[in-house]
């Protein structure tokens, strides 16, 4: 069984491959200021899961999925996180936050510094 990326709309649900971030799925059907809970999964068509909920979907009906992201949805299921976890590689990916720890003066920057 597969979760699928949906956007839930006053007209319905919009649902995507697994192929396709949330952000990907907005521009396919021209869609602006999507609140974050209104994106989600959907395993049929028909019911939404928010993140959260599509979380605990993965425990119990793919548990061997969950056991691959279960470190890094404690916020709720991002669909390159979902995406990675089934090996399915996605063209618009949702890029996540990403800190870059500050270091040390190296010596790329000395050389910088004599230009």
């Given at each position: 069984?597969?979760?699928?990326?949906?956007i839930k709309t006053p007209n319905g649900l919009i649902i995507g491959e697994i192929s396709d971030s949330h952000i990907a799925l907005m521009k396919k059907n021209k869609l602006k200021?999507?609140?974050?809970v209104d994106k989600g999964f959907t395993p049929n068509g028909?019911?939404?899961?928010?993140?959260?909920?599509?979380v605990e979907f993965l425990k119990k009906y793919e548990?061997?999925?969950?056991?691959?992201?279960k470190g890094e949805v404690a916020e709720g299921l991002h669909t390159h996180i979902y995406a990675k976890a089934k090996g399915v590689e996605m063209e618009n990916e949702e890029e996540p936050?990403?800190?870059i720890p500050v270091q040390e003066k190296n010596?790329?920057?000395?050389?910088?510094?004599?230009i």
């Open positions: 069984m597969n979760l699928r990326p949906a200021d999507v609140d974050d028909k019911i939404f899961l928010d993140r959260k909920k599509a548990p061997f999925i969950y056991k691959k992201v936050l990403r800190i010596d790329f920057e000395e050389g910088i510094s004599e």
